[in-house]
């Protein structure tokens, strides 16, 4: 994992090989079902287009909402993340993954852009056992 910048934001940026075909991995990064099991919000909606609307929900109360900003099966899913309130979009977070092709399979590209530092210092861990439940999914 690495942190950089983008556009006065902290960028973290996560890399797995994976032994899957990107079609293969593309299920279990845009389909709510496959989502639901490795990603850290239960994903309740999800309208597979650019401008399209995905919700998520904690389970505990705390449902946010959602604006796709790439949707290009089988290589790239991206959305921000609204965070709400009075800050309106500097509070959203932006994640974007990519599938590349791989001499094994795939290469799965993670970018996530919190929007303050605080956030960024507890995402990279997350980041790493949320991927990890994935490659625990599909078997690599």
């Known amino acids: 994992m690495s ?23 593309w299920r279990a990064v845009s389909e709510p079902a496959r989502l639901n099991t490795w990603y850290p919000m239960r994903v309740t909606e999800l309208d597979p287009r650019v401008g399209g609307r995905i919700v998520f ?5 705390t449902v946010l909402t959602g ?11 991206a959305f921000d993340e609204h ?8 509070a959203d977070d932006h994640l ?6 791989d001499p094994a399979g795939c290469l799965l590209v993670l ?12 995402a990279e861990k ?12 599909l078997g690599d």
């Open 111 to 122: 970018i996530h852009v919190p929007h303050d530092f605080a956030t960024a210092a507890g």
């Open 83 to 90: 965070g709400g309130g009075e800050d309106g979009p500097a």
């Open 67 to 77: 604006t796709v900003t790439a949707w290009e099966p089988p290589r790239l899913l």
């Open 3 to 25: 942190t950089t910048t983008h556009e006065g934001r902290p960028a973290l940026r996560v890399e797995r090989r994976l032994s899957r075909s990107p079609e293969a991995v």
């Open 126 to 137: 997350g980041w790493n056992g949320c991927l990890d439940q994935l490659l625990g999914d």
């Open 57 to 61: 929900d904690d389970g505990e109360g």
């Open 96 to 101: 974007r993954i990519e599938l590349h092709d």
